[in-house]
C-alpha cells in the first residue's frame, strides 16, 4: 500500500470498476465518481491524482477540470484525461487546461498503470529548502510551491510553477523547448513540443504585468529577462 490517493470520475460504472480494481492491485487508494457533479461533492484536495472522463452529463470533464484549476485548493492536483474524444483539438484542449496526460478509448490497463505512475512520479516532487526566490513584487515559495504577485497568490498548475522555478533560478539563461521537457516532464512521457508554448503562454497571462519577463528567443527557447 503507498499514500497515493486517485479519484476515477466516468459514466460507466464498469469501467470505474475496473480502473479501481486494478489501481487497488497496484497498492493505490481508490475513489469512484459517475458524473463531474458527484465528484465535486467530494473533498477534492484529498486526492493525489484524477483520471477523468471528458464526455459526462453536464459538466464535462473539461469543465470540471476548469473549474479545479481555477481553485488554489485543488490546482496543482495532476489530471489525467481518458475519453473516446482523441482529435488534435481535444488533445490541445486538454494540455490547455492544464491536464498532466491524456489517454484515449480503447486502452490498455497496463498503458493506464503506466502513466498513473509517470504522472506521480513527476508530480512527488522531493522537498526543498525554505527558500524564496523573489524578483521585484514576484516572489516563488519554493518550501510551499506557491507563487505570489505584490503578496498575492498566483493560482499556477505545478508544471506552470515548475517552468517559473526553473527560469527564476536562472535569470537570463535561455532554456530550449528540449531543455524544458526533459527538466519539468522528465523523459519517462511522450510530450509534444507545443505542450511547453501552450504553458508558456497560459503562464504570462496569470503573471500579469511580470509576464512579459518570460521572453522568447526564436529558434532558442525561453529565459526570464530582469529588467
Not at 16 to 32: P, S
Amino acid at each position: 500500500m503507498n499514500d497515493y490517493k486517485i479519484l476515477v470520475v466516468d459514466d460507466e460504472e464498469d469501467l470505474c470498476e475496473i480502473l479501481k480494481f486494478n489501481l487497488e492491485t497496484e497498492g493505490y487508494t481508490v475513489d469512484t465518481a459517475n458524473s463531474a457533479e458527484e465528484a465535486l461533492q467530494l473533498h477534492l484536495p484529498d486526492y493525489s491524482l484524477l483520471l477523468l472522463d471528458v464526455m459526462m452529463g453536464e459538466i464535462s470533464g473539461f469543465r470540471m477540470a476548469s473549474l479545479m484549476k481555477k481553485n488554489p485548493e485543488t490546482a496543482n492536483i495532476p489530471i489525467i484525461f481518458i475519453t473516446a474524444k482523441d482529435t488534435e483539438n481535444d488533445t490541445v484542449t486538454g494540455l490547455n487546461l492544464g491536464a498532466d496526460d491524456y489517454i484515449s478509448k480503447p486502452f490498455s490497463l497496463r498503458e493506464v498503470l503506466a502513466r498513473v505512475k509517470a504522472v506521480l512520479r513527476r508530480t512527488a516532487a522531493p522537498q526543498l529548502k525554505n527558500e524564496v526566490l523573489q524578483y521585484k513584487g514576484l516572489a516563488v515559495d519554493i518550501a510551499k510551491k506557491k507563487v505570489t504577485i505584490d503578496g498575492t497568490e498566483v493560482p499556477l498548475t505545478k508544471k506552470e510553477l515548475e517552468i517559473v522555478l526553473l527560469l527564476l533560478q536562472h535569470p537570463g539563461r535561455v532554456f530550449s523547448r528540449e531543455d524544458i521537457l526533459s527538466q519539468v516532464w522528465h523523459d519517462d512521457v511522450y510530450v509534444l513540443d507545443r505542450t511547453i508554448d501552450v504553458n508558456i503562454t497560459r503562464l504570462r497571462k496569470k503573471m500579469g504585468d511580470y509576464g512579459k519577463q518570460i521572453v522568447t528567443r526564436l529558434g532558442y527557447g525561453y529565459c526570464f529577462e530582469c529588467d
